[in-house]
């Protein structure tokens, strides 16, 4: 397998110094940079939107790792891509099934890579239909809406039957990420990584990030 990508969330990134905390991941070695949008709708929390995110696109060199935890993602497909997304990640359970499909082509017709993100209660079988459309998928091992929660062990056991039966996908993890549990979902097939509180708090991330790739 690739080199594991690391994406650290700015959800746990100082908002006062976002252009600071921005440049130390992006010295320290990241590979993306994870935007969490939420919209007080889907998730319980709101968190940025466009025009914070065309901001950070003007400063940020590494390419932006787009989550959207809103309703109606394909409203916003157009705007968050002129605001500089590179990867844009939809919620399964966002959008009905019937119209999945047709939304990753959506999303790949801007020439930004596709990415979609499963809840911990998400059967993975119910979403292997639609991994041939898809760059990535996001698989979610904390309840999406808040940083810092515990990791959900029993959500990386989606990770294997998808890395065995899809070998080139992009297989994302967020929530709860460390060192052991990183390495955790590498073992399982992962090939990429978010990571907001293990990074930025700690002493030396650069370390931190060479951790997560193991």
Same mark, same amino acid.
């Given at each position: 397998?690739?080199?594991?990508?690391?994406? *650290?969330?700015?959800?746990?990134?100082? /908002?006062?110094?976002?252009?600071?905390?921005?440049?130390?991941?992006?010295?320290?070695?990241? +590979?993306?940079?994870?935007?969490?949008?939420?919209?007080?709708?889907?998730?319980?929390?709101?968190?940025?939107?466009? @025009?914070?995110?065309?901001?950070?696109?003007?400063?940020?060199?590494? @390419?932006?790792?787009?989550?959207?935890?809103?309703?109606?993602?394909?409203?916003?497909?157009?705007?968050?891509?002129?605001?500089?997304?590179?990867?844009?990640? /939809?919620?399964?359970?966002?959008?009905?099934?019937?119209?999945?499909?047709?939304?990753?082509?959506?999303?790949?017709?801007?020439?930004?890579?596709?990415?979609?993100?499963?809840? *911990?209660?998400?059967?993975?079988?119910?979403?292997?239909?639609?991994?041939?459309?898809?760059?990535?998928?996001?698989?979610?091992?904390?309840?999406?809406? /808040?940083?810092?929660?515990?990791?959900?062990?029993?959500?990386?056991?989606?990770?294997?039957?998808?890395?065995?039966? /899809?070998?080139?996908?992009?297989?994302?993890? +967020?929530?709860?990420?460390?060192?052991?549990?990183?390495?955790?979902?590498?073992?399982?097939?992962?090939?990429?990584?978010?990571?907001?509180?293990?990074?930025?708090?700690?002493?030396?991330?650069?370390?931190?990030?060479?951790?997560?790739?193991?």
């Amino acid at each position: 397998m690739s080199r594991v990508i690391v994406s *650290p969330s700015i959800l746990s990134a100082d /908002f006062a110094n976002l252009e600071r905390d921005i440049k130390r991941v992006e010295n320290a070695g990241a +590979d993306w940079l994870h935007i969490d949008v939420m919209d007080g709708h889907f998730v319980p929390n709101i968190t940025i939107g466009v @025009p914070v995110t065309a901001s950070i696109k003007q400063i940020a060199k590494l @390419p932006l790792d787009v989550h959207l935890m809103i309703e109606n993602p394909q409203n916003f497909v157009e705007p968050f891509v002129k605001a500089g997304a590179d990867i844009l990640t /939809f919620h399964y359970e966002a959008v009905e099934a019937d119209k999945i499909k047709s939304l990753a082509g959506y999303i790949k017709s801007f020439g930004v890579m596709t990415g979609m993100s499963i809840k *911990p209660k998400t059967n993975v079988k119910d979403v292997l239909p639609y991994l041939t459309d898809l760059d990535m998928l996001l698989v979610m091992t904390v309840e999406p809406g /808040f940083g810092g929660q515990m990791f959900i062990e029993d959500c990386a056991a989606k990770i294997k039957p998808v890395r065995e039966m /899809f070998p080139e996908l992009i297989i994302q993890v +967020d929530g709860g990420i460390n060192a052991k549990t990183g390495k955790l979902c590498r073992d399982l097939g992962a090939n990429s990584l978010v990571a907001g509180s293990y990074i930025y708090k700690s002493d030396d991330i650069e370390k931190a990030i060479i951790s997560l790739r193991g």
